[in-house]
């Protein structure tokens, strides 16, 4: 049990929701105040950053723009979900596919794309979330969103399966990409696997499963895990002092910024204010 503040690097398992490891932790923390950053679908693994007490006041200014997915997909079937936990709508052959036309096909994807989400995402529609709309037997049509995806990389390719690695902006849906390819090759497709290998900073490297947090739970404390993620800015006594009371301060900052106390005390996120000075976003210290 500890009260420490801090984030956890969770290896999270398949069949679970990202509301259940929240729940695992903070029995584990011994805590209530326990949220996470990116949910993950029940059926995908991988990294999911989940913050401790005074860290969960990071969330929502983490920017963890940047996400690695690896990921299956089988084309030849259209699913209500886009993933295989759906019922399929449509089947359709794969004999006439070659490696080179899938290939080609996915070199679509890179860069910037409109892309439309998934009905079944966790994007609002009206106040309530798309996949309890379609759950209820709603028919859901979300906008299209701008994405970037930096990398796609095929890493298998075993017709109809394809194994791809991608690296892409938040807010990317890699269940999108699956039923888009399969469009594309007028033969449907859906996601069979998903596994998150890096979030930000975060990988899978330091990632612990929830079986190796209940045999030793620690947390990066909230000092270094605001290190990694935001740029650092050291203060002066008198700065500090300034900075404890959400004061503006005079010191140049490159975007959001973690300030910090001469001793190495994490204080505060400020960022550039209008009239030239540096203002508090969120004071920790």
């Known amino acids: 049990m500890t009260q420490d503040s801090g984030l956890v ?15 695992r932790v903070r029995r584990l923390a011994g805590t209530r105040r326990v949220g996470h950053a990116g949910t993950l679908d029940p059926m995908a693994t991988g ?3 989940v913050a401790i007490n005074r860290a969960t006041r990071l969330l929502g200014h983490l920017t963890l723009t940047d996400k690695w ?9 259209s699913t209500t979900t886009d993933d295989a936990e759906g019922e399929v709508l449509e089947s359709h052959s794969t004999d006439a596919l070659t490696e ?8 679509a994807f890179q860069g910037e794309i409109d892309q439309v989400p998934s009905s079944v995402s966790a994007i609002k529609v009206g106040g309530k979330r798309a996949y309890d709309r379609v759950r209820a037997g709603e028919q859901v049509d979300l906008p299209p969103r701008r994405v970037t995806i930096h990398a796609l ?5 075993d017709l109809p399966e394809v194994q791809i690695s991608v690296h892409c902006s938040s807010g990317t849906y890699i269940r999108a990409i699956a039923r888009d390819l399969g469009a594309a090759l007028d033969v449907g497709g859906h996601l069979t696997a998903l596994r998150r290998t890096a979030v930000g900073p975060f990988t899978l490297e330091r990632a612990r499963t929830l079986e190796e947090l209940a045999d030793d739970f620690s947390v990066t ?13 050291h203060l ?43 203002r508090a976003v969120a004071v920790f210290g």
Do not use: C, M, W
């Open 153 to 157: 990389d095929v890493t298998g390719l």
């Open 221 to 233: 404390p909230i000092a270094e895990a605001a290190r990694a993620v935001f740029p650092a800015v």
């Open 69 to 77: 997915y690896d990921a299956t997909i089988r084309l030849g079937a």
């Open 236 to 278: 002066d006594d008198s700065q500090a002092a300034d900075v404890l009371v959400g004061r503006r301060i005079d010191v140049e900052l490159t975007g959001l910024s973690a300030l910090f106390a001469p001793n190495g005390e994490f204080l505060a996120l400020y960022q550039d204010g209008d009239d030239g000075r540096a």
């Open 47 to 49: 990294v999911l950053v």
């Open 100 to 107: 080179g036309v899938v290939r080609e096909a996915l070199g």
């Open 9 to 23: 690097t969770v290896d999270k398992p398949g069949g679970l929701t990202s509301h259940d490891v929240v729940s």
